[in-house]
């Protein structure tokens, strides 16, 4: 689709002369574009999709939420266009550096050990209860059992309406059963912690921050260290040793719970997958779950 990037820019930076308008990452979800000044500012102007655009206000709660915790981490929010006869769009500062899902040969001890000193800060804005955040906590429950319990019932129901392994879903169920979650406190989680958000500077391996929190949540905190595992950090044993002594201390069940978890997040991503029509990662997600139940070799 085609955006008036020049003209959303002139809203809301009026007399600010564009040097180049370049697009960035964005997804289904929205479009992404880098906007620099021929001064040398540079902005980040998020343009939404019409069926999508009640993520914006999501997006300014949750980098509100942030900032007081974590300061120039996250991106500020400089303007903020709801739809009307365009799309809906949101003008945020940028945040200076590569995802660290585009370096090769990093000093990953270093900027994971950052990494985990940056989710424990987030980690310590609570939250009121459990559940998918907007400007609010939806449908919100009390207990992080309850809360897994309905999230594991609708992607394990995905699954298996998506046509996903009969074998693999009764494991999974009887995983589930057999493994109940901790009682925790709900904290505010990004959910979505992995190297494609983390912001590097290349030349000194220093995290300059976290962007995208299209999917954050209110949850059990060891849901987002879980969900880091999973989509970057995999058997990575320096990675992990980084982001755990950033972190600090943790409960001693962490690695039930994160296993848990983990789980949890490799069903979303091939619930998540099928849907979109993204077929080719399928059998190896299904394979993940597998080796997470400890069944090395059911095929999806």
Same mark, same amino acid.
């Given at each position: 689709?085609?955006?008036?990037?020049?003209?959303?820019?002139?809203?809301?930076?009026?007399?600010?002369?564009?040097?180049?308008? =370049?697009?960035?990452?964005?997804?289904?979800?929205?479009?992404?574009?880098?906007?620099?000044?021929?001064?040398?500012?540079?902005?980040?102007?998020?343009?939404?999709?019409?069926?999508?655009?009640?993520?914006?206000?999501?997006?300014?709660?949750?980098?509100?939420?942030?900032?007081?915790?974590?300061?120039?981490?996250?991106?500020?929010?400089?303007?903020?266009?709801?739809?009307?006869?365009?799309?809906?769009?949101?003008?945020?500062?940028?945040?200076?550096?590569?995802?660290?899902?585009?370096?090769?040969?990093?000093?990953?001890?270093?900027?994971?050990?950052?990494?985990?000193?940056?989710?424990?800060?987030?980690?310590?804005?609570?939250?009121?209860?459990?559940?998918?955040?907007?400007?609010?906590?939806?449908?919100?429950?009390?207990?992080?059992?309850?809360?897994?319990?309905?999230?594991?019932?609708?992607?394990?129901?995905?699954?298996?309406?998506?046509?996903?392994?009969?074998?693999?879903?009764?494991?999974?169920?009887?995983?589930?059963?057999?493994?109940?979650?901790?009682?925790?406190?709900?904290?505010?989680?990004?959910? *979505?912690?992995?190297?494609?958000?983390? =912001?590097?500077?290349?030349?000194?391996?220093?995290?300059?921050?976290?962007?995208?929190?299209?999917?954050?949540?209110?949850? *059990?905190?060891?849901? *987002?260290?879980?969900?880091?595992?999973?989509?970057?950090?995999? *058997?990575?044993?320096?990675?992990?040793?980084? =982001?755990?002594?950033?972190?600090?201390?943790?409960?001693?069940?962490?690695?039930?719970?994160?296993?848990?978890?983990?789980?949890?997040?490799?069903?979303?991503?091939?619930?998540?997958?099928?849907?979109?029509?993204?077929?080719?990662?399928?059998?190896?997600?299904?394979?993940?779950?597998?080796?997470?139940?400890?069944?090395?070799?059911?095929?999806?």
């Amino acid at each position: 689709m085609d955006h008036d990037v020049a003209g959303m820019i002139g809203t809301a930076l009026p007399g600010w002369e564009i040097a180049t308008v =370049l697009p960035r990452s964005g997804g289904q979800l929205s479009s992404v574009f880098e906007v620099r000044s021929t001064g040398g500012a540079a902005v980040v102007v998020k343009v939404y999709e019409p069926e999508w655009a009640w993520k914006q206000a999501k997006e300014v709660y949750v980098y509100g939420l942030l900032a007081p915790r974590v300061g120039e981490l996250v991106p500020s929010v400089v303007h903020v266009e709801p739809a009307g006869e365009r799309f809906a769009f949101t003008v945020l500062s940028k945040v200076d550096g590569v995802p660290l899902s585009e370096l090769s040969g990093a000093d990953y001890g270093t900027v994971y050990e950052q990494a985990g000193e940056l989710l424990e800060r987030i980690h310590r804005i609570a939250q009121p209860a459990y559940g998918y955040l907007t400007d609010r906590v939806l449908e919100p429950l009390p207990t992080n059992e309850q809360y897994m319990a309905r999230q594991f019932a609708k992607k394990l129901q995905e699954f298996g309406e998506l046509g996903g392994d009969v074998e693999l879903h009764q494991r999974m169920t009887a995983y589930v059963e057999e493994h109940p979650v901790a009682a925790t406190e709900p904290v505010l989680c990004h959910n *979505d912690f992995h190297e494609g958000n983390l =912001l590097v500077d290349p030349e000194t391996w220093r995290l300059n921050g976290i962007v995208d929190v299209e999917n954050a949540i209110a949850a *059990d905190p060891l849901l *987002d260290l879980a969900k880091a595992q999973y989509y970057s950090i995999k *058997d990575d044993q320096a990675k992990l040793d980084g =982001l755990l002594k950033g972190y600090g201390e943790l409960p001693a069940d962490w690695e039930e719970r994160t296993t848990t978890y983990r789980l949890f997040h490799a069903l979303e991503l091939w619930d998540w997958f099928t849907v979109i029509g993204l077929t080719h990662p399928l059998d190896s997600i299904a394979h993940d779950i597998a080796e997470i139940l400890g069944t090395r070799g059911v095929a999806g």
